[in-house]
């Protein structure tokens, strides 16, 4: 019995392992197992189970319906096993080690993170932080294959398996040369803006991708006379005159205030959020509920808010 419910528990892992890399290949790399052992561990729950968990394409694998169904059963059983010796030592000895990796893209980094970041590392100096500066997808990614605990950051489209919960909102504003003709225009309406050509980030980013949503949606022509990464390039470039941008209320400082023009344009534009990203059912090493905690202590008034599968929108 005990080898049974051994044998069991590695089949599941190897399940969910596949189930959220998508390859065998990626499962036993993150296993450090031989990729014919989790093809057998497979094969084996599948015949204990009498179901196909996995439709094969190619070298990729898709869940069938009885694969979801076990992966959310299976999931958060493999990751409280996984997890628990990090939670015992937490319990006995408190959070003073350990390390916490969290995702974040350029402009977190630069302007959300920093306040937040210092509070930890007061609260918490033996806990080693580390910050991955990463792209939208590329978070996504890092935090499917659990090579981060979390992320934080702005997204529009929060896929099935994710976890958003927002705690930042910052209005989108319109910044332009001081002297430009937009700077005291009023009222200012978006059709003002379609003459002038705007600097905005690469097409890829989440920026551009509203930006170019309002202007479809409301059927007002626009065009862009510069794709630059980097918020401060791009404040840089405007003041140069080289164009007009419509950025992020959270990139703004004092100093930007005294040498551009700053309309907000709330009327037009969503605020764009900022918050925690997790996946759905990954265990919270103490470290990263603590970060979590600080960051917006109203998550945590439920000791399972991202288990449970709640997200806030």
Known sequence: MHYYKGAKLKQLRAFCHAARLGTVTRAAEALFLSQPAVSLQLAALEKALGVSLFERLGR?????????????????????IDGF??????????????????????????????????????????????????TGLDGLARIRSDEVDLAVGSMLDVPNDIDYAATHSFDPMLIAPLDHPLAQKDPLRLEDLSPYGLILPPKRLTTYRLVDLVFQQRRV??????????????????????GISIVTGICLTERDREQLAIRNLREY?????????????????????????????????????????????
């Open 60 to 80: 990729r694998l898709a869940m069938t319906r009885e694969g979801e169904v076990l992966y959310e059963i299976a999931r958060p059983l493999v990751d409280g």
């Open 85 to 134: 010796e990090g939670e015992f030592r937490h319990r006995l000895k408190g959070l003073d080690a350990g390390e916490l990796n969290i995702a974040a893209g350029s402009s977190t980094i630069l302007y959300l993170l920093p306040p937040l970041v210092q509070a930890f590392r007061e609260q918490h100096p033996e806990v080693q932080l580390k910050l991955h500066n990463v």
């Open 221 to 242: 022509p626009y065009t862009v006379a510069l794709e630059v990464g980097g918020w401060e390039v791009i404040k840089q470039y405007v003041a140069m005159g080289l």
């Open 269 to 313: 534009f969503p605020p764009r959020s900022y918050g925690i990203v997790i996946r759905k059912g990954k265990y919270l090493s103490p470290q990263a509920r603590a970060f979590v905690d600080l960051v917006k202590p109203e998550l945590f008034t439920r000791h399972d808010y991202f288990e449970s599968g709640h997200s806030e929108r």
